[in-house]
């Protein structure tokens, strides 16, 4: 059987078994990290998991799993920050009983 050994911030050095890990590939490669329950400690480990990682782990058995950021998260935002006018304005369209037909002409 194939050990891999991983470095806990408690115990130190410890071996886990493949089946062990929580290997998460992200649209967003800095996003991508593997994770594992310590066998010493209980305490979850979770570490970023580069492109060199990620092909050490599944040449050695993890099965990676893939993830993706919400799109919005990547979307650039330029204008003002939502304020506490904007959220009354927003909390008193809502309460209109054709709030999504002036919500939809206003910010087509
Ligand atoms: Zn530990």
């Not at 410890?14 to 066998?39: H, M, R």
């Not at 993706?68 to 006018?85: I, K, S």
Request: proline fraction near 8%.
């Amino acid at each position: 059987m194939t050990w891999i050994e991983v470095n806990c911030p408690e115990c130190g050095a410890v071996e886990c078994k493949p089946a062990d890990f929580e290997l998460a590939v992200c649209n967003l490669p800095s996003a991508s990290y593997y994770a594992l329950t310590c066998p010493m400690c209980h305490k979850r480990i979770q570490k970023a998991a580069d492109e060199r990682a990620i092909e050490l782990l599944i040449a050695e058995g993890v099965t990676p799993q893939r993830w993706e950021l919400p799109a919005e998260l990547l979307e650039t935002h330029d204008g003002p920050p939502l304020n506490l006018d904007d959220l009354l304005d927003l909390h008193m369209l809502l309460e209109a009983p054709n709030w999504f037909e002036v919500f939809s002409s206003t910010h087509a």
